[in-house]
């Protein structure tokens, strides 16, 4: 039996277009001593047909289909179901620098005293121009580094050992975007957290994203967050620039009562277009550039 140094984990529900376009990547870049596991939400456009077809010919390795209670409950499952001895979340519509998470996967296993490892990133929105904003995560990260004050990252940089869920926790079902409560969460904790300063991921703000969609709910949620973690100064305006282009896209469709929506095949368009750029970018970046930080 192979032992399984890495476990993507990939949770989808109702986004049979997307993972068209997404996992053919991360089937491509899944290496021999890695597996690939998704857990689908019960699916009635199709996505389950496709996931299935493709674990039964082993491009993906563990699979589930059923009906969950959200995005945590999913994503806890793909992460018990796990069996390597890293865990890398990965979503259906966003891009990732695969050949970073290869590094920062090489830094975990020779740092096996490290919980729990994020980087930054970018964020775009969907069009025909893409501008990709840098997240600045690293700020955060020295402040805690400094002060061990919680701070806010997004959990498509998260890389964690499979061990350290049992100090580090799942993901709280109570929450709609549950990487703003579980970043503030374990930062919290006296974990050994590392940082990678290159980008690993772009989150791509698009109108049919859950966090788009709930977007009134993930302000509530911010508000019981700050009132959780007061030291770690929240502020929705300036803590996350992913947030804030979600708050901009939020308010044009509301305001438009989703009438600026593109229709569907523009949308899909504009996301292969999206994840083409997001691509392009990462095969620009010079890796040693970027270094590996590590808790004081």
Not at 213 to 236: G, Q, V
Request: glycine fraction near 6%.
């Amino acid at each position: 039996m192979r032992e399984i140094s890495l476990s993507y984990v990939l949770t989808t529900f109702n986004k049979l277009d997307y993972l068209k376009i997404t996992l053919p990547y991360l089937i491509q870049a899944c290496q021999s001593d890695e597996e690939i596991v998704v857990v689908d939400g019960g699916s009635t456009d199709g996505s389950a047909e496709f996931l299935l077809d493709l674990h039964k010919n082993q491009k993906i390795h563990r699979y589930v289909s059923e009906k969950d209670h959200g995005e945590a409950h999913g994503t806890n499952k793909a992460m018990l179901l796990a069996g390597g001895l890293l865990i890398k979340i990965i979503t259906d519509d966003d891009v990732f620098d695969f050949k970073s998470i290869q590094r920062c996967k090489q830094f975990m296993l020779q740092h096996p005293q490290t919980d729990v490892l994020c980087s930054d990133g970018f964020s775009c929105k969907l069009g025909n121009r893409v501008t990709f904003e840098s997240t600045h995560f690293i700020d955060g990260f020295y402040s805690w580094r400094k002060k061990h004050t919680p701070f806010l990252f997004c959990g498509l940089s998260l890389l964690i050992r499979k061990s350290s869920l049992t100090y580090l926790g799942l993901f709280d079902t109570k929450f709609k975007i549950v990487d703003m409560e579980y970043s503030l969460r374990i930062s919290a904790l006296n974990c050994r957290m590392a940082f990678y300063t290159g980008p690993v991921f772009v989150n791509i703000v698009n109108p049919a994203s859950n966090s788009v969609k709930f977007y009134e709910m993930i302000r509530k949620e911010f508000t019981r967050l700050r009132r959780a973690y007061p030291e770690a100064h929240l502020n929705f305006k300036i803590n996350n620039p992913i947030l804030r282009m979600k708050e901009r896209l939020s308010r044009i469709l509301i305001r438009s009562g989703n009438s600026k929506m593109p229709n569907t095949i523009t949308l899909l368009e504009q996301f292969k277009h999206t994840v083409y750029e997001g691509q392009r970018m990462f095969s620009g970046l010079d890796e040693k550039t970027f270094q590996f930080l590590e808790s004081e």
